[in-house]
């Protein structure tokens, strides 16, 4: 494998500017997290999974992983094992929003509704799971369906969700009642990250197409995958693409 041909020069600026992205992303907080001091969900979960639909799904995986390790070792936080395990949901949303294979993505939501429900607190908080039905029903659902953008950017979400929770139950102390009373704050949350992941999705789109286009840019097949479909000149009828 030719190393200059993985780190091109258009990859490597795509990387940076994500990379930078990330820090500040990671650095605006959205809401806190229940059961721990000093835990937030950030501005990162309104983009992060869209990082594999341009680099790829193991590339995209190992910048956004690339990017929250770095993020730890500048901002200098500390390494617990809750701010580790925190790498893990996202990581998972990038393989869900960027890869092409529907049945392995459809099964990690179900393997999370399992390792939820048979944990001595899951199995009485079972219905908070229901919402990992998203990312399965997301990916079953036939292509010609309309809205394939937002069934993949909630479905990601609801997998970055999922993970997480399996993550939070087996390592946080919480009682039933209280992932019973988390189930409309995630709807409001959840809702939010998967307009945000859409929303970003079809920015970044726009903005790498515009530079590619007005630099007449010749941008070799793997290295960054656009998608002209969800460019906001596309989707607004603003000219044909």
């Known amino acids: 494998m030719n190393i200059k041909n993985i780190f091109t020069p258009k990859r490597i600026i795509f990387l940076l500017l994500f990379f930078a992205l990330v820090l500040i992303g990671k650095n605006i907080n959205f809401s806190s997290l229940v059961g721990a001091e000093s835990q937030f969900f950030t501005l990162f979960q309104f983009f992060g999974p869209t ?4 680099l790829g799904p193991v590339f995209g995986i190992i910048t956004v992983l690339f ?13 617990t094992i809750i701010n580790v395990l925190r790498l893990l949901p996202m990581l998972f949303a990038v393989y869900y929003f960027s890869s092409k294979k529907r049945a392995v993505s459809a099964i990690i939501s179900l393997v999370c509704m399992f390792l939820f429900i048979i944990h001595p607190i899951g199995g009485e908080a079972w219905m908070y799971t229901l919402y ?9 659902l036939p292509k010609k369906v309309p809205g394939q953008l937002l069934f993949k ?4 979400t609801f997998t970055a969700h999922a993970i997480g929770s399996v993550l939070w139950i087996y390592t ?8 019973v009373g988390l189930i409309p704050v995630v709807a409001y949350e959840r809702f939010l990250f998967g307009m945000g992941i859409a929303g970003s ?3 970044f789109n726009s903005v790498l197409d515009y530079v590619v ?11 960054l995958m656009l998608d002209k479909k969800y460019t906001i000149a596309r989707l607004l009828h603003f ?3």
Do not use: H, N
């Open 201 to 203: 999705y079809v920015v």
């Open 153 to 156: 950017s909630f479905g990601a």
């Open 213 to 223: 286009s007005k630099w007449k840019l010749r941008v070799p097949t793997g290295v």
């Open 172 to 179: 946080v102390p919480m009682t039933a009642g209280q992932w």
């Open 67 to 79: 990017s929250q390790f770095a993020d730890l070792l500048i901002v200098g936080k500390e390494f």
């Open 132 to 140: 990992w039905l998203i990312p399965f029903f997301a990916v079953v």
């Open 239 to 241: 000219k044909k693409v």
């Open 51 to 54: 990082a594999g639909t341009f």
